[in-house]
């Protein structure tokens, strides 16, 4: 599936760096989604965008901060990270938040914090 | 949303068909199930979703029990490319809110 896009897809980086992950959709879908997967472990929803407005914040460390400039585009901002932030990192949209079942994942950001 | 159990691996020879099952004993009238697959270090990729009926399409065919406690996920010529895990959700379509829940899974492996 390429109607999602993420960059980079691969990352190292310091406890004291800055980075960005991008993701971009395609699809003209409404609804974007943060997802972290640590190894061995089931995905955990992040953060919810519905129409650019973020709906949902499932107890996330502050050291990650969302933003959706517009209905294609979802950026995670990575600051002071931890080692045990060190996961896969997923986007994924959907036509908008009610049609939310049928989500269309990006290949991911995988992250390591050093 | 239901509960749904899986089991955690199956094998599959190359060309022949996978069965995928799925129990799901708690299902209510209104949830759907839905399967995705996530290819190693690859994001989830949607497979197909059904209510009650039998569901086909380019990837796969969905067979539902007539009571709904159980589906079948049916690749029909697996290939080497379908080895990954595959994700049995139940769901209320519609339902805002709430999220995907990606168990465990089964974990399929296709061999030559």
């Known amino acids: 599936e390429t109607g999602v896009t993420q960059t980079p897809r691969h990352l190292v980086m310091g406890m004291t760096n800055k980075k960005s992950l991008k993701c971009e959709q395609h699809?003209?879908?409404?609804?974007m989604y943060w997802y972290k997967q640590s190894a061995k472990k089931p995905l955990e929803l992040m953060f919810v965008?519905?129409?650019?407005?973020?709906?949902e914040n499932n107890s996330v460390p502050s050291r990650f901060s969302p933003e959706c400039p517009n209905s294609s585009h979802l950026f995670l901002h990575l600051h002071t990270l931890q080692p045990e932030d060190s996961a896969l990192y997923l986007c994924?949209?959907?036509?908008?938040?009610?049609?939310?079942?049928?989500?269309?994942f990006g290949p991911g950001t995988r992250l390591l914090v050093l | 949303d239901a509960k749904t159990t899986q089991p955690p691996s199956m094998d599959c020879a190359e060309g022949r068909a996978a069965n995928l099952p799925c129990n799901h004993s708690?299902?209510?009238?209104?949830?759907?199930v839905y399967w995705y697959r996530q290819i190693h270090s690859q994001g989830p990729q949607y497979i197909i979703h059904?209510?009650?009926n039998n569901e086909t399409n380019e990837m796969a065919s969905l067979i539902i029990t007539e009571d709904r406690k159980s589906s079948t996920l049916i690749l029909p010529h697996a290939t080497l490319r379908d080895t990954a895990v595959y994700y049995c959700?139940?769901?209320?379509?519609?339902?805002?809110?709430?999220?995907?829940?990606f168990g465990q899974g089964t974990e399929l492996s296709v061999k030559p």
């Open positions: 699809l003209g879908h409404n609804a």
């Open positions: 994924a949209s959907s036509q908008d938040r009610v049609r939310m079942e049928t989500q269309y």
């Open positions: 959700i139940v769901r209320v379509a519609g339902n805002q809110g709430g999220k995907l829940i």
């Open positions: 965008y519905n129409f650019k407005e973020q709906t």
């Open positions: 708690t299902i209510s009238g209104n949830e759907y």
């Open positions: 059904g209510l009650k």
